[in-house]
């Protein structure tokens, strides 16, 4: 295993190489720093800040055991029991149940999603606009006549009761 000179100095040559792939023989300036100073720079300022945080010391000093944690393969890695296998299955029965019966009903409706309806949809949209615009209007016209009913029938219970209270007024005298 190399010493930590050693693996400085790999991975300076690692990114010297990596600067000559990006930016070619052009000359280091302002315009193209040197990425080495820029990162050892970053490095001794995040190094710094985190040294003053004694809770992210302890965070980075647990990131491998974290990083364990948060793998998604990391529960497959304990070997559970058929027992402890049958009741997690056993848990889920029903629920697996209902999967496999809206699978089994999604499969057998299949040739529904396929028909030659379903695939016509998209050419029937100018179609469809037009019995959306002539529904629109045949509602406006409903509410039209509606009103008109509602004021013919206002106007008829006006007539009926004055001529009700006329006829009981002739009734009285």
């Known amino acids: 295993m190399a010493t930590e000179p050693e693996s400085l100095d790999i991975l300076e040559d ?31 300022q995040l190094g710094s800040a ?17 990083e364990r944690y948060l793998d998604p393969a990391y529960g497959e890695s304990f070997e559970l029991s058929d027992n402890v296998k049958l009741d997690l299955v056993l848990t889920r029965e029903e629920q697996l149940r209902n999967q496999h019966q809206q699978l089994n009903t999604l499969h057998s409706l299949k040739h529904v999603l396929d028909s030659q309806h379903i695939s016509d949809t998209p050419n029937l949209s100018d179609e469809l606009i ?21 004021n013919m029938l206002d106007q008829y219970n006006a007539i009926v ?13």
């Open 161 to 173: 009761s004055f001529n009700m209270k006329k006829a009981l007024l002739d009734v009285c005298l």
């Open 14 to 44: 690692r990114v010297k190489r990596l600067e000559e792939k990006i930016f070619g023989p052009l000359p280091k300036d302002a315009e193209y720093p040197e990425v080495v100073s820029t990162l050892a720079s970053l490095g001794g």
């Open 50 to 66: 985190l040294g003053t945080r004694d809770r992210m010391m302890m965070v980075m000093k647990r990131l491998e055991e974290l």
């Open 130 to 150: 037009q019995i959306a615009n002539k529904h629109s209007q045949d509602e406006e016209a409903a509410t039209a006549q509606s009103m008109q009913i509602k």
